[in-house]
Antibody
Framework: EVQLVESGGGLVQPGGSLRLSCAASGFTFSSSNMNWVRQAPGKGLEWVSYISPGSSTIYYADSVKGRFTISRDNAKNSLYLQMNSLRDEDTAVYYC????????WGQGTLVTVSS | DIVMTQTPLSLSVTPGQPASISCMSSQSLLHSDGKTYFYWYLQKPGQSPQLLLYEVSNRFSGVPDRFSGSGSGTDFTLKISRVEAEDVGVYYCMQSIQLPRTFGQGTKLEIK
């Protein structure tokens, strides 16, 4: 069974940092493209970042470029999102999602940026 | 970036009746490999999004056959042949022909 479990969310002040993790199981993680997608409270889905299986291709939404860094550890079947210089508008539930089709999603982890 | 536009943004449907949602993309989603990288998702209340249809019309694992998809190029449609109570939630379309991936605004389906 495919499982994606996010962690690392919480309350952080504007300008602060957080590192999100996504633990993957039930599939060949090292062969899978991975994504982070977020959803602000009461809003729609916003794609955040993409990483290829070998980390050779990485892409970010303009809204997070220069502040967020996606990475992965294929030996640990884990995906990460380092978030720096956080802003109020980064408040959202963050999901990791597998593949080009984003066929599998985690349960999400809530990030709240507030003073 | 490719803009995805859904209509309507909300609809209320009597159980057993059909429903239809449209999505238009600002660029063709037909790739040179012959595939069309267009998807439909449903986010039920309090849950993560779930993939319903991939590459326009292919039902994902476990998706009931009352859900169907059609379209090509830039115009796509999701149809529910007979709406059930469990179909309530927000439906999103998405493209993955290019990065950044982009979603439609979402269509909220309610039961009358």
């Amino acid at each position: 069974e495919v499982q994606l479990v996010e962690s690392g969310g919480g309350l952080v002040q504007p300008g602060g940092s957080l590192r999100l993790s996504c633990a993957a199981s039930g599939f060949t993680f090292s062969s899978s493209n991975m994504n982070w997608v977020r959803q602000a409270p009461g809003k729609g889905l916003e794609w955040v970042s993409y990483i290829s299986p070998g980390s050779s291709t990485i892409y970010y939404a303009d809204s997070v470029k220069g502040r967020f860094t996606i990475s992965r550890d294929n030996a640990k079947n884990s995906l990460y999102l380092q978030m720096n210089s956080l802003r109020d508008e980064d408040t959202a539930v963050y999901y990791c999602a597998r593949g080009r089709e984003q066929g599998y999603w985690g349960q999400g982890t809530l990030v709240t940026v507030s003073s | 970036d490719i803009v995805m536009t859904q209509t309507p943004l909300s609809l209320s449907v009597t159980p057993g009746q059909p429903a239809s949602i449209s999505c238009m993309s600002s660029q063709s989603l037909l790739h040179s490999d012959g595939k069309t990288y267009f998807y439909w998702y449903l986010q039920k209340p309090g849950q993560s999004p779930q993939l319903l249809l991939y590459e326009v019309s292919n039902r994902f694992s476990g998706v009931p056959d009352r859900f169907s998809g059609s379209g090509s190029g830039t115009d796509f449609t999701l149809k529910i042949s007979r709406v059930e109570a469990e179909d309530v939630g927000v439906y999103y379309c998405m493209q993955s022909i290019q990065l950044p991936r982009t979603f439609g605004q979402g269509t909220k389906l309610e039961i009358k």
